[in-house]
């Protein structure tokens, strides 16, 4: 049974927290991706990874960054969390040339 | 930033019946998913479509992908219950030759007895 893990489902950080949410595929996949869901939004695209130590940017990068040391773990940091960082947090793994995103739990983050 | 359109936003509906539900964009898309998503859950595939004018049925859901590869649509019959949920399209294309997911903004579909 193929599995994305997020290391939290809730977490509550003050504001100006350095934050790390980790995120493990069990799948061997090269793409790796972060999004942030909210109500009416839908998902946007935090940050991308085609490859260990490779990242691209989507659509929101500011006040976000990624680490993907190894490939099964793609990692998003909020260097200064602020409170409208508040939202649920979704990652997700591709297969290279795939099409089925296979996601994570979400990790539902509260910045107050 | 490519843009996919979900309409409606928001839809209500008595078990027994029918509804549509519409992802439209200005972009070409190489394939385009749909799934669904439950709360407290990630998003879970449903369907992927790859060729203009396709059409697949999944039970009661059917999913259309338009001729020119920008748009889609998914039709339920016969709506129950357990339908209920978060329904996403998501457009797969290469952008500066990396492979890139965009997501739609989301029909919340709720299904009373």
């Known amino acids: 049974d193929v599995k994305v893990t997020q290391s939290s489902r809730y977490l509550v950080k003050r504001t100006g927290e350095k934050v790390f949410l980790e995120c493990v595929q069990d799948?061997?996949?090269?793409?790796m991706f972060w999004y942030r869901q909210d109500p009416g939004l839908g998902l946007r695209l935090i940050y991308f990874s085609y490859d260990v130590k490779m990242k691209e940017k989507g659509d929101i990068p500011e006040g976000y960054s990624v680490s993907r040391e190894k490939k099964e773990r793609f990692s998003l940091i909020l260097e200064s969390a602020s409170t409208n960082q508040t939202s649920m947090y979704l990652c997700?793994?591709?297969?290279?040339?795939?099409?089925?995103?296979?996601f994570g739990q979400g990790t539902r983050l509260t910045v107050v | 930033t490519q843009l996919l359109e979900q309409s409606p936003q928001f839809l209500s509906i008595q078990e027994g019946e029918n509804l549509t539900v519409y992802c439209n964009s200005s972009s070409v898309f190489s394939s385009l998913q749909w799934y669904r998503q439950e709360p407290g859950e990630g998003p879970v595939l449903l369907v992927t479509v790859v060729t203009g004018g396709e059409v697949k049925k999944l039970k009661r859901l059917t999913f259309q992908f338009g001729d020119a590869r920008k748009d889609s649509s998914l039709h339920i019959t016969a709506a129950q219950t357990g339908d209920t949920g978060l329904y996403l399209c998501a457009g797969d294309f290469y952008s500066t030759g990396f492979q890139k997911l965009v997501f739609g903004t989301g029909t919340r579909l709720l299904v009373s007895p």
């Open positions: 997700a793994s591709i297969d290279l040339g795939g099409t089925e995103a296979f």
């Open positions: 799948m061997d996949h090269e793409n």
